[in-house]
């Protein structure tokens, strides 16, 4: 069967660095994509990675490595806004994407 | 560029009513996502469209639910009749055309909060 699994909450430090890993194993791979979710609102799009390494983008990293079948979103100077869930998903061999069940990140002062 | 839009935002019925949502894609994509989405869950694909055809509704429960787009654009999600454990939010999705390939990115609508008593 297809799986993907990541924490179910993690708490960090405003200001910290946070990572929160994603480990997928799926019929094919077409590519992964992280999404942040508040509660009560919809998933919004943070990141696409298909090819192995890291795409930077300001506070947020996101890392591939197709090898071990896992990822990591990578969160910089954290602040209070980013306490959201965090969806990983993989695009499968008939390029339908496959959700995690989403790790909650809470943010202390 | 507006975003997806759908409603209602919240619906509350009795168990046995029918209930129906309403969405509306970002202008131009071709492929509309309906999704169940539980407390705690990461969200659950009930029905992909690709224009007005159905591309993926093997988790669909047809016996309750149904779902159209019929000129390509709008779409309807209907639950008849509703039980308990429907009571979730769902949530329409569009992106370009899933068929152009992995990065074809999902963009979701704001959701609709169903309470089923």
């Known amino acids: 069967g297809q799986n993907i699994d990541q924490p179910t909450e993690m708490t960090a430090t405003e200001g910290a660095i946070v990572q929160i890993n994603c480990t997928y194993q799926?019929?094919?791979?077409?590519?992964l994509f992280w999404y942040q979710q508040h509660a009560g609102e919809a998933p919004t799009f943070l990141s696409y990675?298909?090819l192995d390494g890291l795409e930077e983008k300001g506070r947020f990293s996101s890392f591939l490595s197709r090898s071990k079948g896992y990822s990591y979103l990578l969160l910089k100077e954290l602040q209070m806004k980013d306490s959201a869930s965090y969806l990983c998903?993989?695009?499968?061999?008939?390029?339908?994407?496959?959700w995690g069940a989403g790790t909650k990140l809470i943010i202390k002062p | 560029e507006a975003g997806v839009a759908q409603s209602p935002r919240y619906k509350i019925i009795e168990k046995r009513q029918s209930v129906a949502f309403w969405c509306n894609p970002i202008s131009g994509h071709a492929t509309l996502y309906w999704y169940q989405q539980i407390l705690g869950q990461g969200p659950k694909l009930l029905i992909q469209?690709?224009?007005?055809?159905?591309?993926?509704d093997s988790q669909l429960p047809k016996d309750r639910f149904s779902a159209e787009r019929l000129k390509g654009v709008d779409s309807t999600l209907k639950i008849q009749p509703a039980k308990l454990e429907d009571s979730a939010v769902y949530l329409c999705a569009s992106s370009l055309d899933w068929t152009s390939g992995g990065a074809d990115t999902q963009y979701f609508g704001p959701g609709t909060r169903l309470t089923v008593l």
């Open positions: 469209f690709q224009n007005n055809g159905v591309v993926d």
């Open positions: 990675n298909v």
């Open positions: 998903a993989v695009r499968d061999s008939n390029y339908q994407l496959i």
């Open positions: 799926t019929s094919g791979f077409n590519g």
